[in-house]
């Protein structure tokens, strides 16, 4: 039996996969999380086989949630599910140790074969996704994407800041200090030519980088 894992925010979504997983013999849903911190908790307590994981949620979010399992956790096998389709962010989730990347636009077959591949040890991408990245590099392609520039944390922090979260905030979450975050914040702004959070929330929007139905 494979034990997995719903963390997203919306309730909706877990109930659609929650059916989608359950109705697959082998399969069984055996937790749902709202938020990055809850996750992190039920893996630490249960250790689930997978954990289907959304990126853009309240708190810590999907990125800084998938660190903290795996460093406890590391034979947990973690998915991220998300609207984001284009680099950094197969990338940069990919390195920092999850076994697998799909978007919410994957049907049902895609997603149980990725849950069954994961749980034996291979990485799963969407082929869409793979096939872009694959094509990219092959060809030598570099866009011209700013956000490609961004450290792992500069976009997890870049992603709570377009979310509406305070700095203090964002260092209470992150266990940082709000000096900290100030610096990763305007390394970001020097990286990205802008001036302030909000040309960076403009900036995201125009490049794809939010779930707009969270803003």
Same mark, same amino acid.
């Given at each position: 039996?494979?034990?997995?894992?719903?963390?997203?925010? #919306?309730?909706?979504?877990?109930?659609?996969?929650?059916?989608?997983?359950?109705?697959?013999? =082998?399969?069984?849903?055996?937790?749902?999380?709202?938020? =990055?911190?809850?996750?992190?908790?039920?893996?630490?307590?249960?250790?689930?086989?997978?954990?289907?994981?959304?990126?853009?949620?309240?708190?810590?979010?999907?990125?800084?949630?998938?660190?903290?399992?795996?460093?406890?956790?590391?034979?947990?096998?973690?998915?991220?599910?998300?609207? #984001?389709?284009?680099?950094?962010?197969?990338?940069?989730?990919?390195?920092? =140790?999850? #076994?697998?990347?799909?978007?919410?636009?994957?049907?049902?077959?895609?997603?149980?074969?990725?849950?069954?591949?994961?749980?034996?040890?291979?990485?799963?991408?969407?082929?869409?996704?793979?096939?872009?990245?694959?094509?990219?590099?092959?060809?030598?392609?570099?866009?011209?994407?700013?956000?490609?520039?961004?450290?792992?944390?500069?976009?997890?922090?870049?992603? &709570?800041?377009?979310?509406?979260?305070?700095?203090?905030?964002?260092?209470?979450?992150?266990?940082?200090?709000?000096?900290?975050?100030?610096?990763?914040?305007?390394?970001?702004?020097?990286?990205?030519?802008?001036?302030?959070?909000?040309?960076?929330?403009?900036?995201?929007?125009?490049?794809? &980088?939010?779930?707009?139905?969270?803003?």
């Amino acid at each position: 039996m494979i034990n997995v894992l719903l963390v997203d925010d #919306h309730e909706l979504v877990r109930t659609g996969i929650k059916r989608i997983v359950d109705d697959v013999r =082998g399969l069984k849903v055996v937790g749902e999380c709202s938020t =990055g911190e809850s996750a992190f908790q039920f893996c630490r307590a249960n250790e689930p086989d997978v954990v289907l994981m959304d990126m853009n949620m309240p708190g810590i979010g999907g990125l800084e949630a998938t660190k903290k399992i795996l460093r406890y956790c590391p034979d947990i096998k973690i998915i991220i599910l998300t609207v #984001h389709t284009e680099d950094p962010f197969p990338s940069k989730v990919m390195q920092l =140790g999850a #076994h697998g990347f799909l978007t919410k636009m994957t049907g049902p077959d895609e997603m149980i074969t990725a849950i069954k591949a994961v749980n034996v040890g291979q990485r799963y991408i969407a082929p869409d996704i793979a096939q872009q990245i694959a094509l990219n590099q092959f060809n030598g392609v570099k866009d011209d994407k700013p956000f490609d520039s961004l450290s792992e944390r500069e976009l997890q922090i870049m992603l &709570m800041i377009t979310k509406g979260e305070k700095v203090q905030n964002i260092a209470e979450q992150l266990s940082l200090s709000s000096k900290t975050i100030n610096s990763y914040r305007y390394r970001m702004f020097e990286k990205l030519n802008i001036c302030n959070d909000v040309e960076l929330t403009h900036m995201a929007i125009r490049y794809g &980088m939010l779930d707009m139905d969270k803003l």
